[in-house]
């Protein structure tokens, strides 16, 4: 995948928030600081993204709803329940 050039500034590009780091790609051209999600921090990154996919298994998931996605939210009544 490619680059988003992202401009993390405090993250180190090791948090979710950093929309490279987030789609599991490396930053490259990006304008942030302090980054360490390059291809030489390796076992930083993948620590990183074990240690959020153990709180969060499905975090690294697409947030782009599939029509079976929304065809199953849709058959379970929805994401909100009363």
Do not use: M, W
């Not at 780091?21 to 930053?27: N, Q, S």
């Not at 291809?39 to 074990?50: G, H, M, Q, S, V």
């Not at 959020?52 to 079976?68: C, H, M, W, Y």
């Amino acid at each position: 995948g490619d680059c988003r050039r992202c401009k993390c500034k405090k993250s180190k590009c090791l948090k979710l928030y950093c929309e490279c780091f987030a789609a599991k790609v490396f930053c490259s051209g990006c304008q942030c600081e302090q980054c360490l999600n390059t291809p030489d921090n390796l076992d930083l990154i993948l620590e990183a993204r074990k240690q959020i996919e153990g709180r969060n298994p499905e975090a690294f998931q697409s947030k782009i709803l599939t029509p079976v996605a929304v065809a199953a939210q849709a058959a379970s009544g929805g994401r909100h329940k009363k």
